[in-house]
């Protein structure tokens, strides 16, 4: 089952790199057209990189995966001796039952949206039809659920790099803070040794209190310990990087959907472009491809750290030495499906220019105008508000304070200041 969920792993990690692979080599081809040494990467292996990206894709999220969860639950039926062979059988059995349902939801789906008898005909081609048609319902989720994690995580990107990174030190004593914490520590410590085995209850409490002021004294000693180089430039800097590749994004976006009202090449299923080390994609060239890349491995970035951070996927979270084997299972799964919707999202919002190859280029509704553009609006419309909401929290939450407003919760903490480091001053006050 680990082997299974590492190669699902890898297979998204291909689905990621794809792009910017494909982006990559078409400005090689156009530097150097001739050169032997490079006659190796052309057209056809792209091509091929394409075919095979989806073909694992299919086998993973329709084959592997569903055999390593049914695989773990499974027991063997009743009356057959116990074993690996038994529950090998039922997890071939209820594969079996699984592909029949989805075979029946994907054809009444496709009578429902597509009465034409020549495309619920087509349906019974598996391998050509029925194969993409199901896998093309299956990243248009992925790209809803990327439309939904991607601009939380875009605002969410500014408070975990904040935790990652030492921030300046204004206006604040770190010794004072430290020699508070401490005496906090050492409370804590006699309180604990003082309590009897038999109030377990309060001793798990306190043990918990305790490891929490271990952790941010442990960060304030790692912020007196940074240079003051670390603390002064690598954090603005970062931050500034990050408003500047989120902004860029948002332009991005803004920009095709212009385009897509006046121009119908700029849809993601338009005429094609010349073929790969024809032209150049990009305005600017290298240095346009270069920035498409970055921008398409930040996105996939922001996505994950949005995935995790919405409240209905915070239970997924992997937890070390304390993740089952089917939360393992499901958060493959989770990752394979948005990495293999990631070159579908960026060429629907005009990340790239770059055209979708293989079964990618084969979904329907990338054909279809009024999806398209609302896909582009909501995008954009989301990310603003988000990035508006996390850098207007501090000021709105002061103007409740300051109205008392506060007091009937009517301002919602974000899970930014919920995952956050304590207050120091409420450790002074509590003091």
Known sequence: ????????????????????????????????????????????????????????????????????????????????????????????????????????????????????????????????????????????????????????????????????????????????????????????????????PSVGYNIMELEQELENVKTLKTKLERRKKASAWERNLVYPAVMVLLLIETSISVLLVACNILCLLVDETAMPKGTRGPGIGSASLSTFGFVGAALEIILIFYLMVSSVVGFYSLRFFGNFTPKKDDTTMTKIIGNCVSILVLSSALPVMSRTLGITRFDLLGDFGRFNWLGNFYIVLSYNLLFAIVTTLCLVRKFTSAVREELFKALGLHKLHLSHTSRDSETAKPSVNGHQKAL
Not at 43 to 69: D, K, R
Not at 91 to 111: D, E, K, N
Not at 125 to 144: A, H, K, N, T, V
Not at 169 to 175: N, R
Request: hydrophobic share 55%.
């Open 1 to 196: 089952m680990l082997f299974l969920s590492t190669f699902t792993l890898a297979v998204s990690a291909g689905a990621v790199l794809l792009l910017p692979f494909s982006i990559i080599s078409n400005e090689i081809l156009l530097a150097f057209p001739q050169n032997y040494y490079i006659q190796w990467l052309n057209g056809s292996l792209i091509h091929g990189l394409w075919n095979l990206a989806s073909l694992f894709s299919n086998l993973c999220l329709f084959v592997l995966m569903p055999f390593a969860f049914f695989f773990l639950e499974s027991e063997g039926f009743a009356g057959l001796k116990k074993g690996i062979r038994a529950r090998v059988l039922e997890t071939l059995v209820m594969l079996l039952l699984l592909a029949l349902l989805i075979l029946g939801m994907v054809w009444v789906a496709s009578a429902l949206i597509d009465s034409d008898a020549a495309s619920m005909e087509s349906l019974y081609d598996l391998w050509e039809f029925y194969l993409p048609y199901l896998y093309s319902c299956i990243s248009l989720m992925g790209c809803l659920l990327l439309l939904l994690c991607t601009p939380v995580g875009l605002s969410r990107m500014f408070t975990v790099m904040g935790q990652l990174l030492v921030k300046p030190a204004i206006l604040e004593d770190l010794d004072e803070q430290i020699y508070m914490i401490t005496l906090e520590e050492e409370a804590l410590q006699r309180r604990l040794h003082g309590l009897s």
